[in-house]
Each structure stands twice: as C-alpha cells, then as structure tokens.
C-alpha cells in the first residue's frame, strides 16, 4: 500500500529481489492497495504463480480488483486486515509474504479521506470508513494530556503540549471538522524550528492516522504468526513508512533470527535517487526482509 504517484509502487525490483520471486508458488500481497506490488509479483511468478491479496479498505480494494483483473483466477482478493493471513491462508504455506505499510495514493490523494493536511477534507483518516472513530472525534473529545501524549507518542512531536493545548482551546470555540483547519492550528502553535523544512503538521497527522487506524497495535505478534506462515525457505518483506514502524519490524525479525529465521538485510534497504526522484512519497520507505531458514 506504499506511497506512490498512481499504481507506482514503492522498491519494486528491491521487493522482487528480496523475496527470490519465481515462476510458481503462491505469494501473499497483506496491503494490495492500487495493486502495484500484486502485479508486479503475478508478473515475475507466472505462469503459474498465484497470489492472495488483503487490505483493510473496502474502497481501495475495489480498485486493485479493477486494476488486476487481467490475472484472471491467479488472483484472489479478499478484504481483511493483514494480520489475518494466517487464518486466511487456511494452513497453505507461502512461498513469499508482503506487507507495505504505508498508504495508497488512493487515500491519500482523495480529499474525502482526511489523511493529507495539502487539501481540505474531512478530518476522517480511517482506512475502512465503516469502522472506528475519525481523527475528528480524536481531536474534539480526547482530553489535552491524553492528546499531547498521543502527538509524542505516535507523531515523535516535541512540541506535542503546546499543539494539544493549541486544539483544546481551538475545539472550545468551535468543533473541528476539517484538515485544513487542524493544520493550521498546529502550524501556529508548533516550534519555530518546526516551521522550517517539512510541514509542522505532518508528525501530529501521523500520530492521529497511526490512533485512529491501530497501526502498532499488535503488530510484532502479528510479524511472528505470519512469518510462520512460510514455507521452506519462503520469504517475509516488510516496508514501513515510518520510525516507529520500522523499529517494530527490526526488533521482531532479530528476534525470530535467534530461533531460526535468517534476516536477509542487515540494514534497511531505501529507496535510490533516482526513484525519491520520480516518486518524492518513496523517500521514508524502509525495506526489511526475514527468510525461513537456517543461516549456515
């Protein structure tokens, strides 16, 4: 589901390489998002590879069955979070195991979603708007310490106190509805260091969407019940979008290499210049990878 300018998706011969992509097997897109992952391993697996897709958005799902079509019964699409694959995949092994973490183009470009403070919309931010509380119900109920925990919490905002207590009075006027509004108000209120470089808004947008969403609520146990979902020497890639993401996947896959998986990258792998380039929402991205086998 990574950032990208359309159906662009984010390291995609990285992806391939990572995951030793072959003709046959059956491989696993946990956030098909537009689709641009799913086909690109539908395209390297045939033809005979299959490929079960989940994502959590009804919406942006529709799209990826528009946009995969093409592959016929190779492909199966299913809405679903990602830490149901195994449940889903009803005992089968997988060959390979992707999850991108970030959000589709689809979210993000579409004012109505709520998830970008670059154009008006609704402060909704949740990726299956037919669950769940919205960034505005966040932002006009939660009290200021809880807020001003959740912005450093979740948004590593130093200036998280003075931004809630920034909302807090803004919300005693008059109720928050929009991005637009909220942005502003925590332009005004954030550090002056804060203000130069990237937007002052972009860590409390991303500590609201990860609440919102639970982006880090199980995930590490998650990360262990779909590695063992692998077969012999299937392989597990995961690109987060953020630090706190990251540090979970880093953390998780150490750990499983001391029983037995292999850590295919030491390091994270990141984005060429040439891709940031093209696609300027690829240059956060983090690649990491973990192999069921033993190391020799």
């Known amino acids: 589901m990574g950032s990208d300018g359309g159906h662009v ?5 990285e992806v391939l390489d990572l995951l030793a992509v072959k003709s046959g097997g059956l491989w696993v897109d946990g956030t098909v998002g537009l689709g641009g992952h799913a086909a690109e391993l539908l395209r390297a697996s045939a033809p005979g590879g299959r490929l079960l897709g989940m994502d959590r958005d009804p919406e942006t799902l529709e799209l990826a069955r528009a946009g995969l079509a093409g ?10 979070h990602f830490q149901d694959i195994p449940e889903r995949l009803c ?17 993000l470009d579409d004012p109505e979603r709520g998830f970008s403070f670059q154009t008006d919309g609704p402060l909704d931010m949740r990726m299956d708007r037919e669950a769940g509380e919205t960034a505005a119900d966040v932002v006009n109920e939660m009290p200021e310490v809880e807020l001003a925990n959740l912005i450093y919490a979740y948004g ?4 998280s106190r003075r931004i809630a207590r920034a909302i807090v009075r803004a919300r005693d006027r008059a109720v928050l509805r929009t991005t637009a509004e909220l942005a502003d108000i925590v332009r005004r209120a954030a550090p002056p260091s804060r203000r130069r470089g990237f937007h002052p808004a972009t860590r409390t947008f991303q500590a609201l969407r990860i609440h919102v969403n639970r982006e880090l609520e199980g995930l590490g146990e998650a ?9 012999p020497a299937g392989r597990l890639a995961v690109i987060a979008f953020h630090s706190l993401e990251d540090r979970v996947v880093k953390t998780t896959f150490r750990e499983l290499a001391r029983r037995g998986w292999t850590l295919v990258t030491k390091k994270p792998i990141r984005p060429s210049e ?5 696609n300027p929402r690829a240059r956060s991205a983090r690649l990491r990878g973990l192999a069921r086998e033993v190391a020799a």
């Open 156 to 159: 590593e905002e130093r200036g």
């Open 274 to 278: 040439t891709e940031t380039r093209q």
């Open 91 to 107: 005992g089968e092994q997988a060959d390979g195991i992707l999850l991108d973490l970030g959000i589709s183009s689809a979210q």
């Open 9 to 13: 998706p984010v390291l995609p011969g």
């Open 223 to 231: 990360l262990e019940r779909i590695a063992g979902c692998l077969g």
């Open 71 to 80: 592959f016929g019964d190779r492909v199966r699409l299913e809405s679903g």
